[in-house]
């Protein structure tokens, strides 16, 4: 039976509150994951978006089991089986919370957990419908369990983050050899990190599209995970080992991104001409970071830091005036001329279409590793201090496992996707099934076509605001490289991993934090992070729960009391 005409507008503000609560996920919890990436050096801003967009839409897509996990471990579904429109208007003011609360953590610059706003939100429009009685509170079951495991998964990523960054650091970074040792472990670590992408697309994208996989046995899908694990190890001794001996340890600059795909043949390259003197084969990963014989006043160079960037400023506002422009390149200023759009009205579509492009492609253009580095903020003082206070490793090292950091950003945005896609998802399913059918489901399949709407939302919120999460975090918390990313990405993903296994919803957000504080302190100890940051962090996700359960409450109690309503 369908819901009645009058619940249809209820059905669309459902869909434009998931919209930007996807949205937020997007600029927030996507923006998280990639923050660490962008902070070694290992992907660009570009880079980065490209290849969120890609792993996180498959993963949304190909993984969703949580969804029913989210909206039924909270409330009691059975006790709106009188009353399904009740819990329709709970759903969406639920989404209505969320998404608010997420506009302004996000706008604010803090990295709030999609997660808990979610649940805060369906706990408020929860207490409004069914009273507390109606709630779960139970440990086994119920929402008590996920408030444990919030408190937990920081901790378990900074266990995990700092296990693999020791078996990094003393076993290939602080080697007499480190390269050829970062070579050696290469195919190891490969292996690993696609045995953890089968096991989360096996345990949450199996059941989630109700395959057969979901009913194998554990030793099918042990060699199924071993298959897959093989593989990765293999492709990367055939394609990636040999491009990374001939560039660091042969030094063959005349290398090209084409020369991956003739593998071992590549080995027999061996008459080339020696490296220009001048020629950079790797990018500098510790470029501007001072380490403790450089560090000198820190005091001094803050005032200089912030004197240059004033001046900067100054020079930027001062109005162009004829002379100067004609001093210049043309062609340079042509070019500057045309991004900002040519004169004339502002409506014409000449200059509409520059400023949508500016728009568009700001956060793309924006020199993110430059802007963590900028410590204006209260929360980001003496960050060249913290940073002298980790050890700097070999450069050529660092750079063999900026390709490993690549698999592991993508493996750790398929996991994202997987995890806090649901966030969006199961509150809408709910209101759509309810508004088809006129019945409460405590177990239903997602549609498809909700996970694309709400995965796309996502992948704007990346493009578009992403940018702001990502320059908050990363060299902000402590000194990041692409050892270290890799080491704080790989921890995250097993903890995210281990919850897939137990069928707990956790915050990848909370996650990431936890693996880059253990990883810190296995480098620099207490010195090395930005405790500040991390506090202000934590600060966040604890405000966060009560502000949106408030606002959902407020909301939902409100419009069940207003006059009317169900007639």
Known sequence: MAAPH???????????????????????????VFATSVASGSLTMMQANILGSVMEFAGAVGAGRVADTIRSRIMDIHAFSTNPYALMLGNANA?????????????????????????GG????????????????????????????????????????????????????????????????????????????????????????????????????????????????LLSSLL??????????????????????????LLRRSQFPHKPETLELVPDYYKDHKNKDKFVNPGTQLRDLEANTSTTRNMELRTETQDEIDSRDLASYAKRRRERGSSGKRYQWRNIAAFLKRAVLHGIKLDVAHEQKNNASILCRDLEK??????????????????????????????????????AVAPLTAIYLIWSTGQVQEKSTVPIWIICYTATAMVIGLWTYGYSMMR????????????????????????????????????????????????????????????????????????????????????????????????
């Open 240 to 265: 990636i080992l040999p491009y990374l001996y001939q560039l660091l340890i042969q030094e063959d600059w005349r290398l090209r991104w084409h020369h991956y795909f003739r593998g071992p043949f």
């Open 95 to 119: 989404l209505i919370a969320s998404s608010l609360s997420l506009s302004l953590f996000t706008w604010l610059g803090l990295p709030a957990s999609t997660t808990n706003t979610i649940v």
């Open 122 to 233: 369906i706990l408020g429009s929860g207490v409004a419908t069914v009273g507390f009685h109606g709630i779960d509170w139970s440990f086994r079951t119920g929402i008590s369990q996920m408030f444990v495991v919030w408190v937990g998964s920081p901790v378990a990523s900074a266990a995990f983050g700092a296990m693999i960054f020791l078996l990094v650091k003393n076993g290939v970074m602080e080697k007499a050899k480190p390269v050829r040792w970062a070579l050696a472990f290469l195919p190891f670590f490969y292996a690993f990190t696609g045995a953890m992408l089968s096991m989360l697309i096996v345990w949450k994208g199996a059941e989630a599209a109700t395959t057969a996989i979901n009913h194998w046995p554990a030793g099918q899908v042990t060699l199924l995970v071993l298959g897959v694990a093989i593989g990765c190890g």
């Open 472 to 567: 908050n975090l990363g060299n902000r918390v402590c000194l990041h490289s692409p050892c270290r990313g890799f080491s704080m990405e790989l921890g995250n993903i097993m903890s995210v991993v281990v919850a897939a296994r137990l069928d707990i919803p956790i915050s990848t957000t909370q996650g990431i934090v936890g693996s880059t504080v253990g990883v810190a302190l296995c480098d620099g100890w207490f010195k090395s992070v930005n405790w500040r940051l991390v506090l202000w962090m934590y600060f966040g996700w604890i405000v966060v729960l009560p502000v949106t359960t408030f606002v959902s409450y407020c909301l939902t109690a409100s419009m069940l009391n207003a006059p009317n309503w169900g007639t």
């Open 386 to 423: 913290k940073h002298a206070k980790a050890t700097r490793f070999d450069n050529n090292a660092e750079h063999a496992f900026s390709y490993l950091q690549v698999l592991t950003a993508a493996t750790a945005a398929f996991a994202n996707g997987a995890n806090d896609i649901s966030n």
């Open 6 to 32: 009058q619940y249809t507008p209820l059905l669309a503000v459902g869909f434009v509150a998931a919209f930007l609560d996807a949205w937020n996920i997007g600029a927030n919890d996507v923006s998280n």
